[in-house]
């Protein structure tokens, strides 16, 4: 799976008072893209919880906003992986309306043993999930 792509609508509650989507929503909507991402590797995040004992979390985070959504579009938030180090991958993100760019950014995400905080190797399950991306 190279690039992945999730649907969102934007609804009124993803806008400011001027109509259009708020800057931070845009953060919300690559986030859900990325645990859509895991899902459709077959990674569910709160079993990596429970049966590893490992989150991920977001380490860094840079973003450029391009364009403005409005209430009722219809967006394509896509999910590239940039780096895939052991303990960290770097994704690139872009939402796109009609294959209009709105907005890019990039997203580092740790894997963090849950006890400790600290930062730790992925587990095994996704390191296989893992190949092939």
């Not at 993100?93 to 930062?119: I, K, Y």
């Amino acid at each position: 799976m190279k690039t992945f792509e999730w649907p969102v609508r934007v609804y009124y509650e993803d806008t400011d008072a001027g109509g259009v989507v708020y800057y931070a929503n845009y953060l919300k909507f690559m986030e859900r893209a990325r645990s859509e991402w895991l899902r459709a590797l077959g990674v569910e995040q709160d079993h990596l919880r429970r049966d590893a004992g490992v989150l991920l979390m977001v380490h860094s985070l840079s973003i450029r906003y391009v364009k403005s959504a409005k209430f009722n579009a219809h967006l394509r938030v896509s999910v590239e992986v940039k780096h895939l180090g052991k303990a960290k991958v770097t994704f690139v993100q872009r939402v796109t309306s009609d294959d209009v760019l709105l907005c890019e950014g990039e997203a580092t995400v740790a894997c963090v043993n849950e006890q400790s905080g600290r930062p730790c190797a992925f587990p095994q399950l996704l390191q296989q999930a893992f190949e092939g991306v």
